[in-house]
């Protein structure tokens, strides 16, 4: 026989464990955290704290692996002296020096270069960012010309050839008679 205070128990016991599950099935658990708590680079370069140093939308724009390449970003300094960063990318090395309470925006500074890129264009480099005995490695992105906006910051000059040849359609009077041409 089943008594009236047992099915109201067993009632709230299928109510407690629907309710458990939807809010795991919701994203709504301890398991994921909220996405405004996470902090991620919006840009195409790494956000970073060194020492009193932040590095802001940082990455290298080059045409190849074994290339020179050119770092871009803003660097912050926080303190209240002179700072300078060095950055050692897969064993080619850079220093930008940013004033007290000052800001060096790299697009517009003196150009900062390290003798090769370390990875190909889309790919990460390893990078370790050192200031007054802070230390930092992170994975830096290695851009090249197929963003316009970067064009003009490739060591040496951006190549005419499209970065990507693949992505770029044939003109019309080439794919003449070929099949499956639209």
Do not use: W
């Amino acid at each position: 026989m089943k008594t009236p205070a047992r099915k109201s128990l067993k009632r709230a016991g299928l109510s407690a464990a629907a309710l458990a599950a939807l809010l795991t099935a919701s994203g709504c658990g301890y398991i994921n955290p909220a996405a405004t708590t996470m902090q991620y680079s919006a840009a195409d370069g790494i956000v970073q704290e060194v020492g009193d140093l932040k590095l802001t939308n940082l990455l290298i724009v080059a045409t190849g692996a074994d290339e020179q390449g050119r770092v871009l970003g803003t660097v912050v300094n926080d303190g209240d002296q002179e700072a300078t960063l060095t950055m050692d990318v897969d064993g080619a090395t850079a220093e930008i020096t940013v004033p007290a309470n000052g800001t060096v925006s790299l697009e517009e500074a003196e150009p900062v270069l390290v003798e090769r890129a370390g990875a190909e264009p889309g790919l990460m480099v390893e990078t370790e960012f050192r200031t007054d005995g802070a230390t930092h490695t992170d994975q830096v992105p290695v851009l090249d010309h197929t963003y316009p906006r970067y064009a003009e910051f490739v060591p040496g000059g951006a190549p005419t050839t499209p970065a990507n040849p693949s992505n770029t359609p044939k003109p019309l009077d080439e794919m003449v008679g070929q099949e499956g041409g639209h």
